[in-house]
């Protein structure tokens, strides 16, 4: 089994499109006017309105919801990260940290309010844990 995609469902769809195509640096594919996905090497971020939950059944998903779940982004450098999201983020959660883990990591909200971590490996320990998943670390 593979993890496909993380989706999420969105009442203003371009909004969030661009928002994660400036954070992130990766243009997005429209797949429909409904859906769009963030593709990158190693998982994909599905972007859909609303009205596609509404096709799945009754009070299957709802925008804006979510305060269980965060994003990682793995970056080779979170403090240029933090430098380069400062035009584009709205909510910045906390600045760049060191964590007792061995990254270092920027917490920012999207407009829909989805917790994102950005972070780097700092620790060799770190670096060794992303590097046996076949991630590339700084």
Known sequence: MQLAATRIFTDDLDALVTFY??????????LHPMFAEIRTPT????????ETARLLGNDVAEARANRSVALDF?????????????????????????MPWGNR????????????N???????????????????TP
């Not at 195509?21 to 429209?30: C, D, N, V």
């Not at 998982?43 to 609303?50: D, H, K, M, R, W």
């Not at 999201?85 to 600045?95: A, I, K």
């Not at 060799?124 to 076949?134: I, L």
């Open 21 to 30: 195509e400036k954070a992130t640096g990766i243009g997005a594919a429209r």
């Open 43 to 50: 998982g994909t971020l599905a972007i859909a309105g609303s």
């Open 74 to 98: 793995l970056v080779d450098d979170v403090d240029a990260t933090y430098r380069a999201l400062r035009h584009v983020v709205g909510t910045f959660v906390s600045e760049p940290a060191d």
């Open 105 to 116: 990591s920027l917490l920012v909200r999207d407009p829909d309010g989805t917790l994102l």
């Open 118 to 136: 950005f972070f780097t490996p700092m620790s060799e320990a770190a670096r060794d844990r992303f590097a046996n998943r076949g991630l590339a």
